[in-house]
Structure formats: C-alpha cells, structure tokens
C-alpha cells in the first residue's frame, strides 16, 4: 500500500485517532496510551504498530518504559491531499451559491401544479 493509503487507512479508526489527539499534546508512555480504552493491552500495542507503519508515530525503548510520539510528515502529507480537494469544493460551492442568489426569488410553479384539476 501507498504510504498516503497507509495514513487514511491508520486514521480510519477512532482509537487511532484519540491515540494521535493525546500524542499532540506530548509525548506518552505506552501504558498512558492505553489507559482511556476499554480494551488489551496487546490491542493496544496492535492500534500503535498501525500508527507506526503509516508513519504517524514513532515509538523508543527509555530505561524501562516504551514511549511515544507523534511523527507530523505523514500527516502534512494527508492534509496537503486534502488541501486540494477542499480548494476545488469550496470554488465549486462558491460558484453554485452565486447561480442561486442570481435565480428569481420565488421559485418558479412546476408545470404538474399549474394545471387545475377538474
């Protein structure tokens, strides 16, 4: 797999991805990790060699504990992907909120109504 599938498929997990929100604020200790789950700690250790392998952390041996950090160039990456899709929706929004502040302001009767029934 690509390394940019590698991120989304990484990111694709709510785990993962309150694993990566508390890395954000600092570096963390594998059991600190894994405190706030309500699952093993090899599921865990499983969640952080996914993060890992996409390049989202980094993980060290320290003394006796195994600690973690985030890794940002995977996520540049991600957001930069991103970046371009969201510039393309937001001209393509743009352009469509002006076609409808340009049309009449009571919409038009479709035809189906405009006959009486008898």
Not at 19 to 26: E, P, Q, T
Not at 29 to 37: S, T, Y
Not at 53 to 70: F, P, T, Y
Request: net charge positive; aromatic share 6%.
């Amino acid at each position: 797999m690509d390394p940019l599938s590698n991120t989304f498929a990484a990111l694709a997990d709510p785990t993962r991805r309150a694993i990566l929100a508390r890395l954000a604020c600092g570096e963390a200790r594998v059991g600190e990790l894994g405190q706030p789950f309500d699952i093993s700690g090899p599921a865990i250790s499983r969640h952080l060699r996914v993060l890992e392998k996409a390049g989202l952390i980094s993980r060290e041996v320290d003394a006796q504990w195994r600690l973690c950090r985030l890794r940002t160039p995977a996520l540049k990456q991600a957001h930069g992907w991103l970046e371009h899709y969201a510039t393309h929706w937001e001209q393509s929004l743009d352009r469509l909120a002006e076609y409808v502040e340009g049309l009449p302001d009571s919409p038009p009767t479709p035809p189906s109504r405009r006959r009486q029934r008898r």
